[in-house]
T-cell receptor, first 113, second 110 residues
Framework: EPEVTQTPSHQVTQMGQEVILRCVPI?????FYWYRQILGQKVEFLVS????????KSEIFDDQFSVERPDGSNFTLKIRSTKLEDSAMYFC???????????FGSGTRLTVV | DAKTTQPPSMDCAEGRAANLPCNHS???????VYWYRQIHSQGPQYIIH???NNETNEMASLIITEDRKSSTLILPHATLRDTAVYYC???????????FGQGTRLTINP
């Protein structure tokens, strides 16, 4: 069964550093998403992306965050200057069309120290 | 998006049917009911969705009441691997985001 692949599975970074989280969505999917989950809390929407542009973003997705689909297969989330409160599991998801369910990746655990 | 209410936790014996309820009394006519689950901090997994008719797939069945104010997800023969947090989400089909609540923590007991 096709999978959404996320790398790395765990990343530790120092506060203030830039991080890039990588995702390879399912190949024929057109809609891409990032969600995050702080330990013990709900899964939260960050951003959706279609046709090389952001479709919708949450209040969490401020100027410190950006997304990119650099080469037609990867989908990245960049955090410019990480804060302690950015520590969370980050999940990438993709869908073939917007009328069905998403396929989520297994996540990247980001720890900011 | 309409708000949903789910019990925080449930238990079910292995091999029995697990019935997970969800209340969504403020659902509007064009909102769908989606179910996802999350197994121990893995990424959420899509299970099923529906508008007003009952739906069934290889994973589960979704029963939506006639007034659409509540629904039940049925796992017909629960296994230990079905232990997870189950999320009921009400959303417009085609919405660009899902709003997750706290879900129901389902524990399947041997």
């Amino acid at each position: 069964e096709p999978e959404v692949t996320q790398t790395p599975s765990h990343q530790v970074t120092q506060m203030g550093q830039e991080v890039i989280l990588r995702c390879v969505p399912i190949s024929n999917h057109l809609y891409f998403y990032w969600y995050r989950q702080i330990l013990g809390q709900k899964v939260e929407f960050l951003v959706s992306f279609y046709n090389n542009e952001i479709s919708e973003k949450s209040e969490i997705f401020d100027d410190q965050f950006s997304v990119e689909r650099p080469d037609g297969s990867n989908f990245t989330l960049k955090i410019r200057s990480t804060k302690l409160e950015d520590s969370a599991m980050y999940f990438c998801a993709s869908s073939e069309n917007i009328y069905y369910g998403y396929t989520f990746g297994s996540g990247t655990r980001l720890t900011v120290v | 998006d309409a708000k949903t209410t789910q019990p925080p936790s449930m238990d079910c014996a292995e091999g029995r049917a697990a019935n997970l309820p969800c209340n969504h009394s403020t659902i509007s006519g064009n909102e769908y009911v989606y179910w996802y689950r999350q197994i121990h901090s893995q990424g959420p997994q899509y299970i099923i969705h529906g508008l007003k008719n009952n739906e069934t797939n290889e994973m589960a069945s979704l029963i939506i009441t006639e007034d659409r104010k509540s629904s039940t997800l049925i796992l017909p023969h629960a296994t230990l691997r079905d232990t997870a947090v189950y999320y009921c989400i009400v959303s417009l089909q085609g919405a660009q985001k899902l709003v997750f609540g706290q879900g129901t923590r389902l524990t399947i007991n041997p």
